[in-house]
């Protein structure tokens, strides 16, 4: 693999039930980010992580939980989702290094829909 | 608070010249970002600006006014696949990035 994949592309879920967006990058990046992608919105952090075993909180973290075991992997996991959950969710990943030009490079995307 | 301002939507002609712009307001300035974003895909990295001046990459340009907290991408000889959004992003005094909702651009023959 070349960069940062995510999976699932999609998924629709039942409200409630727990679920974990899988992201993996092989850039041997050090920091990685969980945005959502909402229509007239901007991109909003959910949470990031700096190294492997840490990670922060963001805009809006608030029913969503991360993990960094690894510099590979970056797991969201939904706990019991709600309807206004559904969103487009992008993974991404910066050498963490550069300061103020650090670039952010992102995963294709998840499309999740929470009925 | 932080706000990044962009045209919600600009048209243009295959051949011409486009200016997107983007205003902000933020606690702190450690660079300006533009990301382009096809519609289903992931943003990819434009340019970045932390000076003041005009940054050119080919057809696409970016120019910075910190004392105007103001920036513009400027796409030249536009063609059918510069049909997209437009993110403007600025990272902010504690290194964190502050995204603007975008510009989707239509380009029209």
């Known amino acids: 693999i070349a960069g940062i994949t995510q999976a699932p592309t999609s998924q629709i879920l039942a409200a409630g039930r727990r679920m974990t967006l899988r992201c993996t990058q092989d850039m041997r990046h050090n920091a990685m980010y969980w945005y959502r992608q909402d229509l007239g919105l901007g991109l909003r952090l959910i949470h990031y992580?700096?190294?492997?075993?840490?990670?922060g909180k963001g805009e809006v973290p608030d029913g969503y939980s991360v993990s960094r075991a690894n510099t590979d992997d970056f797991p969201l996991t939904l706990a019991s989702a709600v309807p206004s959950q559904t969103s487009v969710y992008f993974c991404?990943?910066?050498?963490?290094?550069?300061?103020?030009?650090?670039?952010?490079?992102f995963g294709p995307g998840t499309r999740l829909t929470v009925l | 608070g932080q706000n990044i301002d962009q045209p919600t939507e600009m048209t243009a002609t295959e051949g011409a010249i486009v200016q997107i712009n983007c205003t902000y307001q933020?606690?702190?300035?450690?660079?300006l970002f533009w990301y382009q974003q096809h519609a289903g895909e992931a943003p990819t990295f434009l340019s970045y600006n932390v000076l003041d001046g005009l940054e050119e990459k080919g057809r696409f340009s970016s120019f910075l006014s910190r004392s105007k907290g103001y920036s513009y991408l400027l796409l030249k000889e536009l063609q059918m696949k510069d049909s997209a959004s437009y993110l403007c992003?600025?990272?902010?005094?504690?290194?964190?990035?502050?995204w603007g909702a975008g510009t989707k651009l239509i380009i029209k023959p």
């Open positions: 992003a600025v990272r902010d005094s504690n290194y964190q990035l502050i």
């Open positions: 991404a990943s910066s050498d963490g290094t550069s300061g103020g030009s650090d670039t952010q490079y």
């Open positions: 933020t606690s702190g300035f450690n660079g």
């Open positions: 992580s700096n190294t492997a075993g840490t990670t």
